[in-house]
Nanobody
């Protein structure tokens, strides 16, 4: 059973940076597309960024392009989300997710991902 554990969230001011980490256990991260999503109360979970297994192709939500960077390490067990120039609108619970379908696409729908972490809170004050 794959387990994903996020860390690195916190309370920061607008303009600050945070680096979120997602640690995988019970199975490798490397063969699968990984995604980061976020959710705020009363709203659906939304796609933030994703990265494929092969070639590390990435995709980002328009609102975070140029500010956020998703990456994965060489061990195949960690995925990161570097968040710069944070804005109050980036506030939410951030989730790491894994798509086990072994495709080369990066789904943007939450229901395409089979495994999820418990989330880490990011709060950006103005």
């Amino acid at each position: 059973q794959v387990q994903l554990v996020e860390s690195g969230g916190g309370l920061v001011q607008a303009g600050d940076s945070l680096r979120l980490s997602c640690a995988a256990s019970g199975g490798p991260v490397s063969p699968y597309t990984m995604g980061w999503f976020r959710q705020t109360p009363g709203k659906e979970r939304e796609f933030v960024a994703g990265i494929t297994s092969t070639r590390g192709r990435t995709d980002y939500q328009d609102a975070v392009k140029g500010r956020f960077t998703i990456s994965r390490d060489n061990t195949g067990t960690m995925v990161y989300l570097q968040m710069n120039s944070l804005e109050p609108e980036d506030t939410g619970v951030y989730y790491c997710a894994q798509d086990r379908k072994l495709t080369v696409t990066i789904p943007r729908m939450a229901n395409e991902y089979e495994y999820w972490g418990q989330g880490t809170q990011v709060t950006v004050s103005s």
